[in-house]
Protein backbone atom coordinates (compact mmCIF):
# COMPACT_ATOMS: atom_id res chain seq x y z
CA UNK A 1 0.00 0.00 0.00
CA UNK A 2 1.35 3.36 -1.01
CA UNK A 3 1.96 5.48 2.41
CA UNK A 4 2.83 9.12 2.83
CA UNK A 5 3.11 10.66 6.18
CA UNK A 6 3.95 14.00 6.32
CA UNK A 7 5.78 15.78 9.53
CA UNK A 8 7.86 18.82 10.67
CA UNK A 9 4.84 21.17 11.04
CA UNK A 10 4.30 23.29 14.16
CA UNK A 11 3.58 26.83 15.33
CA UNK A 12 6.16 29.74 13.93
CA UNK A 13 6.61 33.24 14.28
CA UNK A 14 6.54 35.32 11.00
CA UNK A 15 10.20 35.39 9.18
CA UNK A 16 11.22 32.18 10.94
CA UNK A 17 11.73 28.91 9.43
CA UNK A 18 10.34 25.29 9.42
CA UNK A 19 11.34 22.15 7.58
CA UNK A 20 8.45 19.37 6.56
CA UNK A 21 9.49 16.10 5.66
CA UNK A 22 7.40 13.45 3.87
CA UNK A 23 7.87 10.05 4.16
CA UNK A 24 7.02 7.69 1.04
CA UNK A 25 6.37 3.76 1.44
CA UNK A 26 4.59 1.00 -1.05
CA UNK A 27 5.90 2.50 -3.90
CA UNK A 28 9.11 2.99 -6.34
CA UNK A 29 10.20 6.49 -4.65
CA UNK A 30 12.00 7.36 -7.03
CA UNK A 31 9.88 6.52 -10.29
CA UNK A 32 7.66 9.43 -9.98
CA UNK A 33 7.74 13.54 -9.04
CA UNK A 34 5.91 14.59 -5.94
CA UNK A 35 4.51 17.76 -4.88
CA UNK A 36 3.54 19.61 -1.93
CA UNK A 37 0.24 21.62 -1.78
CA UNK A 38 -1.86 22.76 1.29
CA UNK A 39 -5.34 24.23 2.05
CA UNK A 40 -5.37 27.59 4.22
CA UNK A 41 -8.39 27.44 6.52
CA UNK A 42 -11.51 28.00 4.76
CA UNK A 43 -9.71 28.57 1.33
CA UNK A 44 -9.31 25.65 -1.46
CA UNK A 45 -5.88 23.65 -2.46
CA UNK A 46 -3.01 25.73 -3.45
CA UNK A 47 -0.19 24.19 -5.35
CA UNK A 48 3.42 25.02 -3.79
CA UNK A 49 6.05 23.34 -5.38
CA UNK A 50 7.09 20.04 -7.40
CA UNK A 51 10.24 18.62 -7.98
CA UNK A 52 11.29 15.47 -10.66
CA UNK A 53 11.87 12.16 -10.34
CA UNK A 54 15.57 12.49 -9.49
CA UNK A 55 15.50 16.10 -7.63
CA UNK A 56 16.85 18.03 -11.59
CA UNK A 57 14.10 19.69 -12.01
CA UNK A 58 12.17 21.54 -9.61
CA UNK A 59 9.09 24.29 -9.84
CA UNK A 60 7.39 26.77 -7.34
CA UNK A 61 4.59 28.54 -6.87
CA UNK A 62 5.02 32.29 -7.87
CA UNK A 63 4.84 33.33 -4.10
CA UNK A 64 7.12 30.98 -2.93
CA UNK A 65 10.05 31.64 -4.88
CA UNK A 66 13.00 32.47 -2.82
CA UNK A 67 11.44 31.26 0.47
CA UNK A 68 10.90 27.82 -0.10
CA UNK A 69 12.79 24.78 -1.52
CA UNK A 70 11.59 21.59 -2.46
CA UNK A 71 14.42 18.73 -2.15
CA UNK A 72 14.15 15.02 -2.41
CA UNK A 73 16.47 11.94 -0.80
CA UNK A 74 15.68 8.91 -2.80
CA UNK A 75 17.83 6.29 -0.84
CA UNK A 76 16.14 7.53 2.26
CA UNK A 77 12.31 7.77 0.19
CA UNK A 78 11.64 11.22 1.85
CA UNK A 79 10.66 14.36 0.74
CA UNK A 80 11.26 17.94 1.60
CA UNK A 81 10.71 21.14 1.80
CA UNK A 82 12.29 24.09 3.56
CA UNK A 83 10.64 26.99 4.66
CA UNK A 84 11.93 30.31 5.05
CA UNK A 85 10.59 34.05 5.77
CA UNK A 86 7.34 32.53 6.05
CA UNK A 87 4.44 34.63 6.36
CA UNK A 88 1.07 34.68 8.42
CA UNK A 89 -0.71 33.82 5.20
CA UNK A 90 1.67 30.23 4.72
CA UNK A 91 -0.67 28.93 7.93
CA UNK A 92 -1.97 26.05 6.34
CA UNK A 93 -2.08 22.29 6.26
CA UNK A 94 0.59 20.89 4.40
CA UNK A 95 0.51 17.89 1.77
CA UNK A 96 2.73 15.75 0.00
CA UNK A 97 1.29 14.05 -2.94
CA UNK A 98 2.70 11.59 -5.39
CA UNK A 99 2.52 12.10 -9.23
CA UNK A 100 0.04 9.72 -10.74
CA UNK A 101 2.88 8.40 -13.31
CA UNK A 102 5.61 10.29 -15.72
CA UNK A 103 2.34 10.78 -18.16
CA UNK A 104 0.29 12.79 -15.78
CA UNK A 105 2.75 14.37 -13.61
CA UNK A 106 -0.14 17.22 -12.65
CA UNK A 107 -2.08 14.76 -11.45
CA UNK A 108 -1.47 13.35 -8.16
CA UNK A 109 -2.75 10.14 -7.31
CA UNK A 110 -2.01 9.81 -3.25
CA UNK A 111 -1.55 12.08 -0.55
CA UNK A 112 -0.64 12.21 2.94
CA UNK A 113 -2.61 13.45 5.93
CA UNK A 114 -0.91 16.52 6.51
CA UNK A 115 0.77 18.53 8.74
CA UNK A 116 -0.59 22.07 10.07
CA UNK A 117 2.14 25.21 9.96
CA UNK A 118 0.74 28.04 11.85
CA UNK A 119 2.74 31.40 11.23
CA UNK A 120 1.63 34.11 14.16
CA UNK A 121 3.29 36.00 16.62
Known amino acids: EVQLVESGGGLVQPGGSLRLSCAAS????????MSWVRQAPGKGLEWVSA????????YYAESMKGRFTISRDNAKNTLYLQMNSLKSEDTAVYYC??????????????WGQGTQVTVSS
Open 97 to 110: AKAQSRLRVGVHDY
Open 26 to 33: GFTFDDYA
Open 51 to 58: ISWNGGST
